[in-house]
DNA sequence: TTAGATGCAAATAGTTTGCATTTGT
DNA sequence: ACAAATGCAAACTATTTGCATCTAA
């Protein structure tokens, strides 16, 4: 029942002991391919078109099990209620998210390491990654913001 | 039924047209005196300790308007399903998480303003907040690591 | 073959809402 | 005095759990 061809991720999930199943892999292929941006229940949606028959309590376990291998990370931006799941790429992440229509807008540059550097002898920690992310409104959306109004 | 004295952050809640209530500073000093780092559980049961007919919808009440006013900012810790606040001292937010003991540190200087002044103009976005989170072991994770090996 | 994973549905957390009442200014 | 905020309880949403069944290795 091969699926398709098994991306780094799914391989690190394979070395780490556990079975490649159905779910897991589809959970993961979903993540990967929506740019690694997903509310929980965003991600059951769309696991859920995918494939109807996996059921919900697999998703937050495969969610779980994600998180400790490191494969995402869930971070508390804008929803107070729904953590916001992201994808840790290898060394560190940083982009874009535009708070009005979700885009990410990747960028390479973030010229942390200085900073890392300093951290890491001022506070005596040793650090192994980072997550960076703007928040703010793309192009296209500070225009549609000329018609303004939706405040609270 | 004068409180004490009232902290910057109440005053700011003044100065913003909201009206200090008992519950609201309540909740506020609960969060200041915590050192900033809670649950909205963990708030919820402390705030009942110190006057117990306040009701949970003020406390989220509070929060949500905390949040709006960025004197509180929902962040990861470590529990994937409640939201941490923590009390934003400036303008941004930014710490170093252990990823052994999920221990927050917290520092002051970024540095990323150039960053972000930078990205406005070349992708063309309109830039306001950002999150940053390094990732890396502790002073006391790095000795214990000695020991190595608690691995799942 | 079999331990590990699954799907389901019911249980549990966590958060929000409507509304009559109270309170800060 | 009166708009704003509250407390309550019920509604809602999000997540977890127990268990019989299934499946990857």
Not at 26 to 44: A, K, N, P, Q, Y
Not at 74 to 91: C, E, F, K, N, R
Request: glycine share 6%.
């Amino acid at each position: 029942m091969a699926h398709q061809a098994l991306s780094q991720r799914a391989l690190r999930l394979r070395d780490s002991g556990h079975k490649l199943t159905h779910a897991r892999l589809t959970v993961l292929d979903v993540i990967e391919r929506s740019g690694g941006h997903l509310t929980s229940t965003e991600l059951l949606e769309k696991v859920n078109a995918v494939d109807s028959t996996i059921g919900r309590a697999s998703v937050f376990r495969s969610l779980d099990l994600f998180t400790r291998l490191s494969i995402v990370r869930p971070t508390y931006i804008d929803s107070s209620v729904t953590p916001t799941y992201v994808l840790l790429p290898d060394g560190h992440h940083h982009h874009v998210i535009c708070t009005s229509c979700s885009r990410v807008i990747e960028f390479d540059e973030c010229g942390l390491q200085a900073l890392e550097h300093e951290l890491e002898q001022r506070l005596n920690v040793r650090l192994t990654g980072h997550l960076l992310e703007f928040y703010g409104l793309c192009a296209d959306c500070q225009n549609n913001t000329q018609r303004d109004n939706d405040e609270d």
